[in-house]
């Protein structure tokens, strides 16, 4: 079993930054694709950004250039650093790690006022 938890989400004017934090913990050993999802209220939830054991990166079209996914393995962490955020970015933000299964953190709301 591996657990996440996350930190990092709040309110922030449309423009702002946030990080968004999320550690593994338990059995992490082997953990391939970190990453992040989100989902806002009538929408389904969708791919933010991932970052797999490799360093190999992926990003949504709506968050290119804006929001930069990182990783430090020996921490069993993965980052989400948001910049230049928009009211579209709202959403409860979930990330996730792959070990054979998926693995789901609580979710962390961020909220971007217009």
């Known amino acids: 079993q591996v657990q996440l938890v996350e930190s990092g989400g709040g309110l922030v004017q449309a423009g702002g930054s946030l990080r968004l934090s999320c550690a593994a913990s338990?059995?992490?050993?082997?953990?391939?694709?970190m990453g992040w999802h989100r989902q806002a209220p009538g929408k389904q939830r969708e791919l933010v950004a991932s970052?797999?054991?490799?360093?190999?990166?992926r990003y949504a079209d709506s968050v290119k250039g804006r929001f930069t996914i990182s990783r430090d393995n020996a921490e069993n962490t993965v980052y989400l650093q948001m910049n230049s955020l928009k009211a579209e970015d709202t959403a409860v933000y979930y990330c996730?790690?792959?070990?054979?299964?998926?693995?789901w953190g609580q979710g962390t709301q961020v909220t971007v006022s217009s």
């Open positions: 996730y790690v792959t070990r054979g299964y998926v693995y």
């Open positions: 338990g059995s992490t050993f082997g953990i391939n694709s």
């Open positions: 970052i797999s054991s490799s360093g190999i990166l």
